[in-house]
């Protein structure tokens, strides 16, 4: 069994900065992506970031030059520093966990940006 735990959400201002942390522990094969989702209101669940394992990236174009994801892999914990926030990003963000054959999420971590 595998458990995300999320923290770094909050309330911000626009143009402010948060950072998200999820820390991932059970059985965890070293080979696996971890990410960012979010939701808001009224809309579906969707990409924010995603990293391998061996490090590459992939962004949703919205969040392209404002948003960087990283991991530490000996921490299983990937982090998600957002910066310049809008109030379109406002949003319950949820951790994953993709390995071969399983996926995995969080609880999800509420932000809140006010214009």
């Known amino acids: 069994q595998v458990q995300l735990v999320e923290s770094g959400g909050g309330l911000v201002q626009a143009g402010g900065s948060l950072r998200l942390s999820c820390s991932a522990s059970?059985?965890?094969?070293?080979?696996?992506?971890m990410g960012w989702y979010r939701q808001a209101p009224g809309k579906q669940r969707e990409l924010v970031a995603t990293?391998?394992?061996?490090?590459?990236?992939n962004y949703a174009d919205s969040v392209k030059g404002r948003f960087t994801i990283s991991r530490d892999n000996a921490k299983n914990t990937v982090y998600l520093q957002m910066n310049s926030l809008e109030p379109e990003d406002t949003a319950v963000y949820y951790c994953?966990?993709?390995?071969?054959?399983?996926?995995?999420w969080g609880q999800g971590t509420q932000v809140t940006v006010s214009s």
């Open positions: 994953n966990l993709r390995m071969i054959f399983s996926n995995y």
């Open positions: 059970g059985s965890i094969i070293s080979t696996n992506v």
């Open positions: 990293i391998t394992s061996g490090a590459s990236t």
